[in-house]
């Protein structure tokens, strides 16, 4: 093998062992990596920034030098970062596509009102708004001809030929 290099100078690849370069080639050959195994490696949240979101293969380098590290390091000059499963980001599924669903139509609630065959309670209101109400909706549900129907007017208790009675029982 002609390597003219010092094996110091020579890096893996974190996505691939198979490709070895030169340390100064790593950060552009990452960049071709990162974008064909893109479907194959799992996002990791960085600790030091919820926004960075790092395939696995670079997590570890990105621990070391990710630019919000110093910041926090100055806090905190005793322990190093704990790295545990809260940082791993869970991957992304890509099967599901909730815009193709078409079974849910949009809720229309004036739609639903005019048409369901609800009755609505005519809570909160005062005794005669609610007897407003209670027609307008006897009105809705049978119909605009609808109109309450009162009993037959029992007989007049002048009625001659009615034998008056103390207590008039209801039948
Ligand atoms: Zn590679
Ligand atoms: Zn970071």
Redesign the pocket.
Known sequence: MMDNYDESDMVYCPYNKEHKMLRKKLQQHILKCRVIYKDTVELMV?P??KS?L?PEPEFFQ??KS????NIIVHYQTSAPAVLNEDTRHPKIESEENWDDDDSVPDYDPQVYCSTADIVREPNGLFPAQRKAFIEQEKRRHFGQDYKEEKPPKAKSRSDPYEPRKPFSRRQ
């Open positions: 960085c030091f920034n960075h790092i990105h621990t990710c630019e919000d590290r």
